[in-house]
């Protein structure tokens, strides 16, 4: 049984029936797994309608009603989550056991999360004479790529409803089976009419009319920074609020006393994770001079680790890239590392043995990276880590910060006090300390070009209010 059977888009609580369009391509073999529906400016009409005519209602509504309907929704998911990991495995391609752990466990606590942070957000509060009420921004677009669709979705959707506002979602091309999957979710949940709508189709022509509708308050977007800095100058004609989650080039930095094979291990992990497809990837591993040859041969074995192959396959620690495009432009990034002077430790451009039906790619590493060559700067959006080297401490935090991005990173030492004396001058959202597991409550956002506005915990709901003051 196909994973999807094309209903068209999710409008007033309602499908507005197939009308097919397009098919979504598994990229471990281009096969096609689904049908869906191409939305049209007419759709995008409907949906904004519907999300501004159930806000009112929606905005009115105590928080803690809004929040059960949240809970309820993310009871739906916890008891679909083998359905959803397995159509994100098949449109994204991460192998199904991190699929199921990241790609659907990430979305199931920012829906549980955020009701349970609504009962104590202060949505109210007293500040002298005035009540500062916290007011939903009003009808928000939700724009959503495809490296960890759900993820992204709930990350916006979750507060956003949370708040108060109500959304229309128009989520990646590459990847909208799991938005139509979490669309049936909230007809199964009861969700009140409008609250939360879906419109598939090209970013170009869907996403740009409802980036610009003048009925929608704000537009949240996660993407490329390219289209980011698009939609918010769209945005600033009309005085429309955004927030933008985009690019990263984010830097592992290892100081000389720290675990060198414990922290180059978790950074090629980090690297390799979905591919290379994770906007917070830490992709420029900075080493010390000194520890140089041994951290070249570290990464080169834990590269070897990763099995490529079916992300279905139980073995499989490396799926493929989600399109032709990317993978061909990852490529040309390698071939690029190595006419700039980089040396190849493990992987490369070469195809991938046995696995020409898909898009793969080996998992590459390259020493002697200089801090301004092509691969340090670019985002690559693959399975490439690039290995630079510092002095010392100074030197290891300016190449970190010698980046248009900062989204997030890492420092290693002997000690927390040194990580943390370091990490405080690196220009960047999040950071990890020797390690420090991510925090699903933790504000997650870029400095520079990787955007503004953060996601998720109590961040998260404030992206989508407004404080409004009543002066008594
Ligand atoms: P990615 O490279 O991650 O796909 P994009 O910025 O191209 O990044 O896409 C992110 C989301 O933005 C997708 O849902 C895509 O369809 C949408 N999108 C792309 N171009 C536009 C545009 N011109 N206007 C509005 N949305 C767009």
Known sequence: MSIWSDKGHFIKGAWTGAVGGTTVENPANRASI????????????????????????????????????????????????????????????????????????????????????????PFEKQVGNSTVLQEAVGVVAAITPWNYPLHQIAAKVAPALVAGCTVVLKPADLAPLNALLLADIFEAAGAPAGIFNVVTGPGAKIGLHLATHPDVDMVSFTGSTRTGAMLAREAAGQIKRVSLELGGKSAAVVLDDADLAKAVKATVNACFLNSGQTCSALTRLIVPEAKKAEAIEIAREAARSFVLGDPMDPATRLGPVISEKQRDGILQLIRTAADEGGTLVAGGADAPEGL???????????????????????????????????????????????????????????????????????????????????????????????????????????????PKALQL
């Open 34 to 121: 689904a049908t869906i529906s191409v939305g049209t400016t007419a759709d995008v009409e409907a949906a904004v309608a519907a999300a501004k005519a159930a806000w009112p209602a929606w905005m009115a509504t105590p928080a803690i009603e809004r929040a059960a309907v949240v809970s309820r929704v993310g009871e739906l998911i916890e008891a679909r989550m083998d359905d959803l990991a397995k159509a994100i495995t098949l449109e994204v391609g991460m192998p199904l056991k991190l699929a199921k752990m990241i790609q659907v466990g990430l979305p199931l606590q920012s829906f549980q999360n955020t009701a349970k942070i609504a009962h104590e957000f």
């Open 356 to 466: 020409d039906q898909g898009y793969f790619v080996k998992p590459t590493v390259f020493a002697d990276v200089g801090p301004d060559a092509t691969l340090a700067q670019e985002e690559v959006f693959g399975p490439v880590l690039a290995i630079l080297t510092a002095k010392d401490d100074d030197d290891a935090v300016a190449i970190a910060n010698n980046s248009r991005y900062g989204l997030s990173g890492s420092v290693w030492a002997g000690s927390t006090e040194r990580a943390t004396a370091a990490a405080r001058r690196i220009r960047t959202g999040q950071i990890e300390i020797n390690g420090g597991r991510f925090n699903p409550l933790a504000p997650f956002g870029g400095f520079k070009q990787s955007g503004y506005g953060r996601e998720l915990g109590d961040y998260g709901i404030e992206e989508f209010v407004e």
